[in-house]
């Protein structure tokens, strides 16, 4: 434990969203032990990722040495028992060279860039602009895609701001709770500790979704309607609360748009025709909706379940509509909270990580926004928007796309429609991976860069509170692995850019003069005090006007009403995708964590016991699982939280790679693609 400790280092913990702070004690090189601090986030609280999954960082997979692919290795699955096999060490020199040459090689429209949300504000800062200038196209984008993206697109529609308007903490003061495709318990484990809190001190918990959750028993309504209606038995809510007048009057006329509109197309979506479809009762529609409605302060906060659809953008208008209604923003206990998914997509996002918007969100082709950072910048930036991650991979294919680099993320493990996605990666003419690991995406690299985990270097990092906090170094980086700043620098120079940064501050001082959403927020105050909230301190916002032109929240009417599969005679299961408590994302590191790796180290498939029991399936046998475009084989697990029907997978195991099977299809707004909901079969294997 933390007694035989040498050292200890304030730090955060480095998976979700919730911004845990954490103190990790170091005996010689190594992390022994982590502990929760009093941050604003977790009141000293951790999950079992933050308690016990630091142990990746010295796991002996990690890349110690710069790679280059071996002349004429083919790109194809790498042998797992030599996964090194196709490359050969390189010096930092050589392997930078190399990596900037082939790009350089390449028209700029045929170059793209995938950042990170796992690395700091400065490192997403340093790399959306090496794309920008270096690269001279908007092509950059990261995993927000594959998260929130339809939430904030329909957010800075709705309220002009795509982040939180309340933290997690303001449950404690809200009455009612709507909990939405969301499931805080596995996938932010210590919002989930203040959810309960909440419900203990009298707070009434409402949850929407398909599927049952460990928070369900604080639950006073557990509305399992039918994946992929989410529009449906929103609006039908929303129909309850103009009908039966339960909105409030003075807030809509005050501070909305839209209401007549609103109201018009609301009309063909009542409880009695919205019922057969998503599958909840007309009574139980009216009941949550006049629950919420007569709450004297009520907070939504929502997942992947919302985001991940085809209509994910008209999902969240439904829920930024509800609130609008009822005037739950801006004050205590209210408010909008898409909870983020990692450490800092918050910050990645606000950092410029996006296609479409220069750092704090102005549209690259706003003349005033982009001028303001090509003064910065000191160079001339493309107005035309760039691709988003499924158009890359989509580009990539047809050849357009002929040159990536990718800084820790892992494509060929999280993008929908793997086969595609990877055979995609594997046709690039040149691919440069900076990562940890030699990832699935690295495996397809012609030239990978050993990068540090996040206990190696120090920056920034954005939780889904809006809170900005400073992560340090606690280790060194292993062998000859480097800080990612640096190595984005190094390639920066070698793309011919005048760059000179001395570590990380210097980029967040560039950044501070360019981002009004830094303002007050120094580094001499992140080191002392830890945290800071932005803009200007403030936890909770709009308690007077919305930061959209004329100061007031756009009511948008929505219509998506069924997913884009629907289960059919040959693929009659309904196959959601998500997280597992243990593990993270793509597993890159959990996976390598030991810890977490025995706790739940074996690709299942969750199926409902009545489905198990017709198909004659056996706890633990093998299955198939089938799609139009995959298969893949894992473990049968019977899960009475689940409808039958409908089947659930975590996309973190390479073994049964989960998004083989999941489909591509976009939101036509957000560019997210509909991984909720897929149709597959399953049979024994
Ligand atoms: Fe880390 Fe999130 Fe768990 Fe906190 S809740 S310890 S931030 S994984």
């Not at 040498?6 to 730090?11: A, I």
């Not at 909008?336 to 950092?351: E, T």
């Not at 948008?556 to 599969?565: H, N």
Request: charged share 20%.
């Amino acid at each position: 434990g933390p007694v035989r400790a040498e050292r200890s280092v304030d730090s955060l913990c480095p998976y979700c969203g919730v911004g845990c702070q954490v103190t990790y004690h170091v005996r010689g090189d190594a992390i022994v032990a982590a502990t929760g601090r009093d941050g604003l986030a977790n009141h000293e609280r951790l999950c079992v990722k933050g308690r016990f999954g630091f142990d990746y960082s010295r796991h002996p997979q990690r890349l110690t040495t710069p790679l280059v692919r071996k002349e004429g290795a083919p790109k194809e699955p790498i042998d797992p028992a030599d996964p090194f096999s196709h490359f050969r060490p390189a010096t930092w020199d050589e392997a930078l060279d190399i990596a900037a040459a082939g790009l350089k090689r390449l028209p700029r429209t045929a170059l793209a860039g995938l950042g990170s949300a796992k690395g700091s504000n400065e490192e997403a800062y340093l790399f959306q602009k090496l794309v920008r200038t270096g690269f001279g196209s908007n092509n950059v984008d990261h995993c927000t895609r594959l998260c929130h993206a339809s939430s904030v697109a329909a957010l800075l529609e709705g309220i002009g701001s795509g982040a939180v308007t309340a933290p997690i903490a303001e449950v404690a003061n809200a009455e009612v709770i709507v909990l939405i495709g969301a499931n805080p318990s596995a996938n932010h484990p210590v919002a989930a500790s203040f959810i309960k809190n909440a419900v203990k001190r009298g707070a009434r918990l409402v949850i929407l979704d398909p599927r049952g959750q460990a928070l369900t028993r604080f639950a006073s309504h557990h509305l399992r309607f039918n994946n992929g209606t989410d529009v449906a038995l929103l609006n039908a809510m929303l129909h309850v609360i103009v009908a039966e007048e339960l909105y409030d009057k003075d807030f809509v006329a005050a501070r909305t748009t839209g209401f007549a509109e609103l109201a018009v197309h609301l009309q063909a979506y009542s409880p009695d025709s919205m019922a057969p479809l998503c599958g909840i009762d007309a009574g139980t529609i009216r009941a949550v909706a006049r629950l919420y409605a007569r709450a004297g302060s009520a907070m939504i906060l929502w997942g992947m379940g919302v985001s991940q659809h085809s209509h994910g953008t008209d999902n969240s208008r439904c829920l930024i509509a509800l609130a609008m209604l009822c005037g739950q923003v801006g004050r205590k206990g209210s408010g909008l909270h898409p909870l983020r998914g990692q450490n800092n997509v918050q910050g990645a996002s606000d950092s410029g990580l996006i296609p479409m918007m220069l750092p704090d969100y102005g549209r690259v082709g706003t003349p005033a926004v982009r001028g303001r950072f090509e003064a910065g910048w000191g160079q001339d930036l493309d107005p035309a928007p760039g691709l988003t991650v499924v158009e890359m991979m989509n580009a990539a294919q047809a050849g357009i796309i002929r040159g990536m680099y990718v800084e820790g993320e892992n494509p060929a493990m999280s993008d929908p429609d793997l086969a595609h996605a990877r055979e995609a990666l594997a046709g690039l003419d040149h691919l440069v991976v900076q990562d940890i690991f030699l990832t699935e995406t690295a495996m397809l690299a012609d030239v990978v860069l050993p990068a540090s985990a996040f206990f190696e270097k120090t920056g920034t990092f954005t939780n889904t509170d809006r809170h900005v906090q400073m992560g340090r170094q606690v280790l060194d980086p292993p062998g000859k692995a480097r800080p990612d700043l640096w190595i984005i620098a190094e390639m920066g120079k070698r793309l011919g850019l005048a760059w000179s940064y001395d570590g990380p501050r210097a980029v967040f001082d560039e950044m501070r003069g360019l981002m009004d959403s830094l303002a007050g927020i120094t580094w001499e105050r992140l080191e002392k005090e830890g945290g800071i909230t932005y803009p200007a301190g403030k936890a909770i916002l709009f308690d007077e006007s919305f930061p959209t032109g004329d100061g007031k929240a756009r009511l948008v009417p929505a219509s998506g009403l069924v997913p884009a599969e629907s289960p059919d005679a040959e693929y009659p299961f309904l196959l959601s995708t998500g997280r597992v408590l243990e593990h993270w994302h793509t597993g890159s590191m959990t996976r390598r964590s030991d810890v977490l790796d025995r706790l739940q180290g074996v690709p299942a498939v969750n199926i409902s016991p009545a489905d198990m029991a017709r198909l004659g399936l056996a706890e633990g046998a093998m299955v198939r699982i089938e799609s139009r475009r995959g298969r893949v084989e894992a473990v049968a697990a019977a899960d009475s939280r689940l409808s039958p029907g409908a089947l659930f997978m975590p996309f973190c195991f390479t073994e049964a790679a989960a998004n083989l099977l999941t489909n591509p299809v976009l939101d036509p707004v957000a560019k997210i693609p509909e991984l909720k909901v897929s149709a597959v079969r399953l049979s024994p294997a």
